[in-house]
């Protein structure tokens, strides 16, 4: 088998279960979640599909100071996310019927405070808020469109204030060329579908190229990149990628520094169809979307294109501990630990890889 | 290849353990979902004299997201309030009517004591006509009727209004309707 036969043997059983994955049934949104409209739902949901986008895109890197060697290491960590008060709410957008107060007379109540003639969109909570607040309307008619506009209720949310991302389980591959790549694949059986993510991070050290640090060996440069692929069978798929820079600088006690920066972005859609509608349910929807039984459908997108990153490691014999704190829409802190399992070849072969001394 | 070396392999578990219990109470906490469901009532009168009440029964059953988890539904909250005049003909007029007040109470089936839901005060009744008016229930009633609201899904709600301040009070049609949002978080 020669290098190209290797390389699509690995594709193909990388690729394989995506094909699987996207064989099964769409995901049916049971009549209790009949409350959301496409508009609500991709509001509702976006800050934590925001979370699961910058859980993706953490722990790329914890040094830019990479060993000219061979090297295996495992590393797990855990990315949370701080949910700011911004990602708490979202406009949410009321019935058409809402506009035009010959159909329909309306108003809600906040804090005691009742708001006439409610229409276009309100603030609700999102998947990260508090307590929504239902929107009170009055047919006009007895016929026609108006006897459908009647008061609507929305989606709580859970209150939350920080929420952990994706825990990254990664295998690290370093080369002699300073090179390092970061595998990840998680996949998550769920009834009849499942969830499957991989991810692929590369970091370069550039500053030997570039003729930088070179009477400092312990401060290093390097660029990254990664590319994340989520599948969430027949009903979510999203590619995203990062894309950055980051310096660090160790020292001969185990310990070091660094910082960064990262665009990153994510694209793809989400898509559930309705479970048939109850003819005999006492309730029926103001939004013609949810009479209609119409799919849910969205754009699996991100709040967060941009972060900045600082961090350190230990490293005590084969174990490293890094901790790192990132500024992004939704704030992160990441700790985890890597286990370096082996490496060879190189400059030297008996140890395993230090933080590395060699210009 | 080094070989292994076990003692940080320990504190790796350990670390990763850590972290992972830690994910794993917030998300525990984020396994339940709570959605608003909008119940409307109607409230008729024929040839009545106020003072005096109507009674709505309301069955959640005939609500599928009700039905469909009743045994998933962890809490079932009163939260708002709105109630409006459909329709006033007698005397006083729609124009010039207005009632002291207009309570609201709720009564489970199988049992005599109502619950205070609400009260309007001083209704003037062109002011309702067809335009909701709205009141939180107090939390103490809510906390009060929400485990009754979630193992008994069928219940009375009685209007009762009081003599009106003007006219004999005395109505061949009374048309008034309430809706009335619960908080039901369902354990998924």
Same mark, same amino acid.
């Given at each position: 088998?020669?290098?190209?036969?290797?390389?699509?043997?690995?594709?193909?059983?990388?690729?394989?279960?995506?094909?699987?994955? !996207?064989?099964?049934?769409?995901?049916?949104?049971?009549?209790?979640?009949?409350?959301?409209?496409?508009?609500?739902?991709?509001?509702?949901?976006?800050?934590?599909?925001?979370?699961?986008?910058?859980?993706?895109?953490?722990?790329?890197?914890?040094?830019?100071?990479?060993?000219?060697?061979? !090297?295996?290491?495992?590393?797990?960590?855990?990315?949370?996310?701080?949910?700011?008060?911004?990602?708490?709410?979202?406009?949410?957008?009321?019935?058409?019927?809402?506009?035009?107060?010959?159909?329909?007379?309306?108003?809600?109540?906040?804090?005691?405070?009742?708001?006439?003639?409610?229409?276009?969109?309100?603030?609700?909570?999102?998947?990260?808020?508090?307590?929504?607040?239902?929107?009170?309307?009055?047919?006009?008619?007895?016929?026609?469109?108006?006897?459908?506009?009647?008061?609507?209720?929305?989606?709580?949310?859970?209150?939350?204030?920080?929420?952990?991302?994706?825990?990254?389980?990664?295998?690290?591959?370093?080369?002699?060329?300073?090179?390092?790549?970061?595998?990840?694949?998680?996949?998550?059986?769920?009834?009849?579908? !499942?969830?499957?993510?991989?991810?692929?991070?590369?970091?370069?050290?550039?500053?030997?190229?570039?003729?930088?640090?070179?009477?400092?060996?312990?401060?290093?440069?390097?660029?990254?990149?990664?590319?994340?692929?989520?599948?969430?069978?027949?009903?979510?798929?999203?590619?995203?990628?990062?894309?950055?820079?980051?310096?660090?600088?160790?020292?001969?006690?185990?310990?070091?520094?660094?910082?960064?920066?990262?665009?990153?972005?994510?694209?793809?859609?989400?898509?559930?169809?309705?479970?048939?509608?109850?003819?005999?349910?006492?309730?029926?929807?103001?939004?013609?979307?949810?009479?209609?039984?119409?799919?849910?459908?969205?754009?699996?997108?991100?709040?967060?294109?941009?972060?900045?990153?600082?961090?350190?490691?230990?490293?005590?014999?084969?174990?490293?501990?890094?901790?790192?704190?990132?500024?992004?829409?939704?704030?992160?802190?990441?700790?985890?630990?890597?286990?370096?399992?082996?490496?060879?070849?190189?400059?030297?072969?008996?140890?395993?890889?230090?933080?590395?001394?060699?210009? | 290849?080094?070989?292994?070396?076990?003692?940080?392999?320990?504190?790796?578990?350990?670390?990763?353990?850590?972290?992972?219990?830690?994910?794993?109470?917030?998300?525990?906490?984020?396994?339940?979902?709570?959605?608003?469901?909008?119940?409307?009532?109607?409230?008729?009168?024929?040839?009545?004299?106020?003072?005096?009440?109507?009674?709505?029964?309301?069955?959640?059953?005939?609500?599928?997201?009700?039905?469909?988890?009743?045994?998933?539904?962890?809490?079932?909250?009163?939260?708002?309030?709105?109630?409006?005049?459909?329709?006033?003909? $007698?005397?006083?007029?729609?124009?010039?009517?207005?009632?002291?007040?207009?309570?609201?109470?709720?009564?489970?089936? $199988?049992?005599?004591?109502?619950?205070?839901? $609400?009260?309007?005060?001083?209704?003037?009744?062109?002011?309702?006509?067809?335009?909701?008016?709205?009141?939180?229930?107090?939390?103490?009633?809510?906390?009060?009727?929400?485990?009754?609201?979630?193992?008994?899904?069928?219940?009375?709600?009685?209007?009762?209004?009081?003599?009106?301040?003007?006219?004999? $009070?005395?109505?061949?049609?009374?048309?008034?309707?309430?809706?009335?949002?619960?908080?039901?978080?369902?354990?998924?």
């Amino acid at each position: 088998m020669n290098y190209h036969h290797r390389i699509a043997a690995l594709a193909a059983v990388v690729l394989l279960p995506f094909g699987w994955a !996207s064989a099964q049934p769409p995901l049916e949104v049971e009549r209790e979640f009949n409350i959301f409209t496409s508009q609500s739902a991709a509001g509702y949901f976006k800050p934590l599909l925001t979370t699961l986008q910058e859980g993706f895109a953490s722990n790329i890197y914890h040094t830019a100071n990479y060993a000219p060697k061979w !090297s295996i290491g495992l590393d797990l960590s855990s990315p949370w996310m701080v949910i700011p008060e911004s990602h708490k709410t979202f406009s949410a957008q009321l019935p058409d019927c809402y506009s035009d107060p010959r159909l329909a007379q309306t108003a809600d109540m906040r804090s005691g405070t009742t708001t006439r003639g409610i229409k276009g969109t309100v603030v609700q909570p999102t998947y990260y808020g508090t307590i929504a607040t239902p929107a009170f309307s009055v047919p006009q008619q007895g016929s026609g469109e108006a006897v459908f506009c009647k008061t609507v209720g929305f989606a709580e949310g859970h209150d939350v204030g920080i929420m952990p991302g994706l825990p990254n389980i990664q295998l690290i591959v370093g080369a002699p060329t300073r090179t390092e790549l970061r595998i990840r694949v998680v996949p998550v059986p769920e009834g009849e579908r !499942s969830i499957l993510y991989l991810g692929f991070g590369l970091a370069q050290q550039v500053n030997q190229w570039m003729k930088l640090f070179t009477d400092d060996p312990t401060m290093a440069l390097a660029a990254s990149f990664s590319l994340h692929l989520f599948d969430w069978s027949s009903t979510a798929s999203a590619t995203g990628i990062t894309a950055g820079v980051h310096y660090s600088k160790s020292w001969g006690s185990g310990l070091s520094v660094m910082g960064g920066t990262q665009f990153e972005t994510i694209s793809g859609d989400f898509t559930a169809v309705r479970e048939p509608l109850d003819p005999s349910d006492a309730q029926v929807s103001a939004y013609e979307e949810i009479r209609r039984n119409d799919p849910i459908t969205m754009p699996f997108e991100s709040l967060n294109s941009f972060r900045v990153v600082a961090g350190g490691s230990y490293r005590t014999s084969v174990v490293e501990f890094h901790l790192d704190a990132a500024v992004a829409a939704q704030p992160v802190l990441s700790a985890g630990i890597t286990f370096w399992l082996a490496q060879w070849g190189g400059e030297t072969s008996a140890t395993p890889p230090t933080p590395s001394t060699e210009p | 290849m080094n070989k292994i070396m076990f003692r940080g392999l320990l504190a790796a578990a350990v670390v990763a353990t850590t972290l992972i219990i830690n994910a794993c109470s917030v998300v525990d906490s984020l396994d339940t979902f709570t959605m608003q469901l909008p119940i409307n009532m109607e409230f008729s009168w024929r040839n009545r004299q106020a003072p005096d009440t109507t009674v709505d029964f309301v069955n959640l059953m005939e609500y599928s997201v009700y039905r469909d988890n009743m045994d998933d539904i962890q809490s079932a909250k009163l939260y708002q309030v709105a109630y409006w005049m459909d329709t006033l003909v $007698g005397n006083p007029s729609i124009e010039n009517a207005e009632f002291a007040f207009v309570e609201f109470y709720i009564r489970f089936q $199988g049992e005599q004591q109502q619950h205070l839901l $609400g009260r309007y005060e001083n209704v003037v009744v062109k002011d309702y006509y067809k335009r909701p008016h709205i009141i939180t229930v107090p939390d103490d009633i809510a906390l009060l009727v929400s485990e009754a609201v979630r193992t008994k899904p069928q219940f009375d709600v009685i209007q009762r209004y009081s003599l009106p301040k003007n006219g004999t $009070g005395f109505f061949p049609q009374l048309e008034a309707r309430v809706d009335l949002a619960i908080r039901l978080e369902v354990k998924l």
